[in-house]
C-alpha cells in the first residue's frame, strides 16, 4: 500500500494555473500532488555568443529552491547554482529545446524560471511539465504578437518518474517513496512516445532492461495523462 493510498499505477492529484503572474510573457503554476513550482517564461530579444549571426533561437532555464520549500530552511543560493541545481536547470533547458525548432525563433531567448515553492519528490518532472506548459502559452502569444511567424514546437512533452518498490513500479513518487525506492527513474517523453531523456539509477539494487522497460510504459501512461491535462488548460483539444 502507497503511503497515501494510491494505486501503483496512479499520478498525484496534478493542477495547473496558467497566468498566476501578469509580468512575465507566461507563467504556470504546477501542483503534483504537495509539490509545487512556479514555471515562468521571459523574453530576451537576444541570443548568446555561439548563436549571433545564425538567425537561430535558444532556449534556457533557471531553477532553484524558495527557502521555505522544505521542512528545514533551504538557503538561498546567491553564491551561484549548487551541483544539484545546476544539473537540473541544464536538463530542463535540454529537454524544452528537444522539442523546439530553434530556428523558427530568431535570435531571441526564451527563459525558463522554475522556483520550487513545496518540494515533495518529483521536482524536477514537475517543473518540466510545467516549464512545457508555460513554454507552449508564451510560443503561442509570440505568434500573437507577430514576433514569430510558426509555432516552433514539435510535440507536447512531460515528465514523470517511477520506482520500483519491492517488486512492484510505482508511479509519480512522493517524497517519502523516493526514500525508499530501489530504484529510481525519471521519464521525458512526447506525447507519441519518443523519448527525450531518461535518468535511471540503481538506489538499492541493480535493474534489468526489461525491469526498465516496464518502467519506461508505465511511465508513457502517466505522461499521456499529463499531455491531456495540458491540452485542456490551454484548450488545445
Not at 66 to 89: D, F, H, L, N, Y
Not at 185 to 192: D, G, I, K, P, Q
Request: aromatic share 8%; hydrophobic share 40%; charged share 30%.
Amino acid at each position: 500500500m502507497r503511503p497515501d493510498g494510491r494505486k501503483p499505477d496512479e499520478l498525484r492529484p496534478v493542477k495547473f494555473e496558467i497566468d498566476f503572474l501578469k509580468n512575465p510573457l507566461s507563467s504556470v503554476l504546477v501542483e503534483f500532488g504537495n509539490t509545487k513550482i512556479l514555471c515562468t517564461v521571459s523574453l530576451d530579444e537576444k541570443v548568446p555568443g555561439f548563436l549571433k549571426g545564425t538567425g537561430t533561437g535558444w532556449i534556457t532555464a533557471e531553477y532553484a529552491f524558495i527557502p521555505g520549500a522544505t521542512t528545514e530552511r533551504t538557503p538561498r543560493e546567491t553564491m551561484g547554482r549548487k551541483g544539484r541545481s545546476m544539473e537540473i536547470q541544464r536538463l530542463i533547458g535540454r529537454v524544452l529545446r528537444g522539442v523546439t525548432d530553434l530556428t523558427l525563433l530568431g535570435e531571441r531567448t526564451l527563459w525558463i524560471d522554475c522556483e520550487v515553492l513545496n518540494a515533495d519528490g518529483g521536482t524536477r518532472t514537475a517543473s518540466v511539465t510545467g516549464a512545457f506548459l508555460a513554454l507552449k502559452l508564451a510560443v503561442k502569444r509570440l505568434i500573437e504578437r507577430e514576433i514569430i511567424e510558426k509555432d516552433p514546437i514539435k510535440e507536447y512533452l512531460a515528465g514523470i518518474s517511477v520506482g520500483k518498490i519491492g517488486s512492484e513500479f510505482w508511479l509519480d513518487l512522493c517524497f517519502e517513496e523516493d526514500l525508499i525506492a530501489e530504484v529510481d527513474a525519471n521519464f521525458f517523453m512526447t506525447e507519441t512516445g519518443k523519448v527525450i531523456e531518461v535518468q535511471a539509477a540503481a538506489e538499492k539494487s541493480p535493474f534489468t532492461w526489461e525491469e526498465l522497460t516496464q518502467m519506461k510504459d508505465l511511465a508513457f501512461k502517466g505522461i499521456k495523462e499529463l499531455i491531456k491535462k495540458q491540452k485542456e488548460v490551454l484548450g488545445d483539444g
